[in-house]
Every structure is written in structure tokens, then in C-alpha cells.
């Protein structure tokens, strides 16, 4: 969300989604998808939210971040990225305490960005 007055970012919202305890998938989703739990689950899913809430805000700030670099799909890839309008190529080296991407460019040149700085287009 954002603030009327500034403009800026004030907060941000994300979605997890999670298959609890799911018997059988379409065949579509069969060779893709999993399910946390065989039926019937061990735990309700009001159980299974407290206990994330609680190992979120039990866990220090470090650690998650240091959870949250090792789990990356962008970091030691390689990506696109375009700012003011122009298109970037580099290789994301590291993510900052306040969620800025490091990129070293082709050029050598390194860029922290700001998620409303880029819009990654790929990564290999």
C-alpha cells in the first residue's frame, strides 16, 4: 500500500500458499505439486499458522535474513533488469538489510536497487 500524501511505500502485503493436507491433485498438478500433510493432517491449520507466526517472530532479524539469502533464486544468477528505462544485465551478488539487491554489471559497475527501481525480466 501507499501513502496518499508521500507517495511512498507504507506497507506491503504477502501471500504464502501452503497445500495443508491434500489426498489427490488434477493430473496436471500431479508431477508439480505437493501437499504439506497426508490426510488426515496431524495439526489444524489454525495450529499450523501459529506456530509460523511464532517461529517468525521468535527467529532474529539475522537469522532470517541469512534464511532468506541461502533460499534466493536470484542470488549468484545472472539477471536483466531495466532502470530509468534502460535495460541492465549483471550478476546479483547479495541482498542488503533493508531488501536492497546488490548487481555487479557486465561493466564491473555494482548497483544496489531498490525494488521500485527494477523489474527483473530473467535469470538463469
Known amino acids: 500500500m501507499t501513502s496518499v500524501e508521500t507517495g511512498l511505500v507504507t506497507d506491503i502485503i504477502i501471500g504464502v500458499g501452503i497445500n495443508f493436507a491434500i489426498k489427490d491433485f ?23 499458522i501459529i506456530e509460523i507466526w ?17 533460499q534466493s ?22 541482498i542488503s538489510e533493508s531488501g536492497k539487491l546488490l548487481v555487479q554489471c557486465d561493466n564491473g559497475k555494482e548497483i544496489w536497487l531498490n525494488s521500485g527501481e527494477i523489474s527483473l525480466k530473467s535469470w538463469k
Open 73 to 94: 533464486f536470484v542470488l549468484g544468477k545472472e539477471v536483466t533488469f531495466t532502470l530509468d528505462q534502460k535495460d541492465y544485465k549483471g550478476l546479483a551478488k547479495d
Open 26 to 48: 488434477p493430473q496436471e498438478l500431479k508431477e508439480k505439486a505437493a501437499s504439506l500433510f497426508k490426510v488426515p493432517a496431524p495439526i489444524t491449520r489454525n495450529e499450523l
Open 54 to 70: 511464532r517461529a517468525f517472530f521468535e527467529t532474529p532479524a539475522e537469522e532470517l535474513l541469512y534464511l532468506y539469502k541461502k
